[in-house]
């Protein structure tokens, strides 16, 4: 139900879109302290968040890719906390921020399907958690999988499952292998 609602709710936001971007690989949509000014859908391609360490360390906090929404929270903010970085050639739609608000106070199921978004994107989050505290490469690829309900990405998408499910990709390929040989 709540899957359903969010398309419904990205269907909406899409029809509402008054702009549409492209990015090329390692261009960047904001930066960490540009002001929010817009919301932005992933049409196609990916794009993520990441936030950079004092240190130089930096984490990727969301990875946003076909029909997803980059950088939800930053609704609520005045500037962005990360940068936002296509990993790959990416097309975007966007709605300025003043109008989507404007959205929430005025339609009711509109408001509605962003709560049930957000709750997906809440659920979500806690399931990544779940799965980054399990201890084996299989045991982390096995979470991944039920969350995505058995179902096998397309060829060329395993790296990013391997940083998703916070292993490298060469031990990733040697846990697939191993299966394919059962």
């Known amino acids: 139900m709540i899957v359903i609602m969010s398309n419904c709710f990205i269907e909406k936001l899409i029809a509402?879109?008054?702009a549409r971007r492209f990015l090329d690989q390692g261009a960047?949509?904001?930066r960490q302290s540009?002001?929010?000014?817009?919301?932005?859908v992933v049409e196609e391609g990916l794009v993520e968040l990441v936030r950079h360490h004092q240190d130089g360390a930096s984490i990727v906090l969301q990875r946003a890719s076909c029909r997803e929404v980059?950088?939800?929270?930053?609704?609520?903010s005045d500037t962005y906390h990360c940068d936002a970085v296509a990993?790959?050639?990416?097309?975007?739609?966007?709605?300025?921020?003043?109008e989507?608000?404007?959205c929430l106070r005025e339609d009711e199921e509109f408001s509605g399907l962003w709560a049930a978004h957000l709750a997906r994107e809440v659920q979500s989050g806690r399931y990544q958690i779940e799965i980054l505290s399990r201890k084996t490469v299989a045991e982390r690829l096995d979470g991944w999988l039920a969350w995505r309900g058995n179902r096998m990405p397309a060829k060329g998408e395993w790296k990013n499952i391997a940083a998703q499910i916070g292993?490298?990709?060469e031990a990733l390929y040697r846990?697939?292998?191993k299966r394919r040989s059962k």
């Open 28 to 30: 960047h949509l904001f």
């Open 87 to 98: 990993r790959m050639p990416s097309s975007l739609v966007e709605l300025p921020k003043t």
């Open 175 to 177: 846990e697939l292998s």
């Open 16 to 18: 509402k879109a008054q």
């Open 167 to 169: 292993v490298s990709p």
């Open 70 to 76: 980059i950088a939800e929270a930053s609704v609520y």
């Open 100 to 102: 989507f608000l404007k």
């Open 34 to 40: 540009d002001q929010v000014r817009s919301v932005f």
